[in-house]
């Protein structure tokens, strides 16, 4: 079956960092476009940032600058690397992987909070 789970969430001050990972599984993952969403309290869910099979990465405007999306295909995971986090980051942050014209996958979710 298909899986992807978010790690490295948490408890993070503001001008702090922290490396997001989801490891994926059950599917061809290098043929698949990744990225992460969040859904802060009240909000809309929204792209953060995403890396597509070839490689070519997108970030939101709030984030670009201090965000790095990667990927691993060896490993099959995907990473978020944020700094200089503000308390607007906070929110639940998921994972999603895309392949045209297929449904796509979803992470759990996994909270980061940004607060001192």
């Known amino acids: 079956q298909v899986q992807l789970v978010e790690s490295g969430g948490g408890l993070v001050q503001p001008g702090g960092s922290l490396r997001l990972s989801c490891a994926a599984s059950g599917f061809i993952f290098n043929i698949y476009d990744m990225g992460w969403y969040r859904q802060a309290p009240g909000k809309q869910r929204e792209l953060v940032a995403s890396?597509?099979?070839?490689?070519?990465?997108n970030y939101a405007d709030s984030v670009k600058g201090r965000s790095t999306i990667s990927r691993d295909n060896a490993r099959k995971t995907v990473y978020l690397q944020m700094n200089s986090l503000k308390p607007e980051d906070t929110a639940v942050y998921y994972c999603?992987?895309?392949?045209?014209?297929?449904?796509?996958?979803w992470g759990q979710g996994i909270q980061v909070t940004v607060s001192s």
């Open positions: 890396i597509s099979s070839s490689d070519s990465t």
């Open positions: 999603n992987a895309r392949y045209y014209p297929t449904n796509p996958y």
